[in-house]
């Protein structure tokens, strides 16, 4: 059974970080496609950022040069270092698993709460 399970959410002032924490079970982060996406209220859920099995990474335009994805294999766990926060950063965060698999199977975490206050 696939779990993926956030933490490292909450309340930050503007200007300062957070580190996202995704915790996988049930698959390895290191074969698969891995990504943090947010939603903000009244607003579509949207991409943050991806690593695939390889180790590229890509970035919504938005948050490039303040939050960096990182995997730690050996902990089966994905980061998301969200640096130089903004009000606009205020979100759920949620972790995706796209599996490397003929039918592609997605996964989600249930997500995490961020909230810059300005």
């Known amino acids: 059974q696939v779990q993926l399970v956030e933490s490292g959410g909450g309340v930050v002032q503007a200007g300062r970080s957070l580190r996202l924490s995704c915790a996988a079970s049930?698959?390895?982060?290191?074969?698969?496609?891995m990504g943090w996406y947010r939603q903000a209220p009244g607003k579509q859920r949207e991409l943050v950022a991806t690593?695939?099995?390889?180790?590229?990474?890509d970035y919504a335009d938005s948050v490039k040069g303040r939050f960096t994805i990182s995997r730690d294999n050996a902990k089966n766990t994905v980061y998301l270092q969200m640096n130089s926060l903004k009000p606009e950063d205020t979100a759920v965060y949620s972790c995706?698993?796209?599996?490397?698999?003929?039918?592609?199977?997605?996964?989600w975490g249930q997500g995490t709460q961020v909230t810059v206050s300005s």
């Open positions: 049930g698959i390895s982060v290191s074969v698969n496609t």
């Open positions: 995706k698993a796209t599996l490397n698999t003929y039918w592609k199977d997605t996964y």
């Open positions: 690593i695939t099995s390889g180790g590229s990474t």
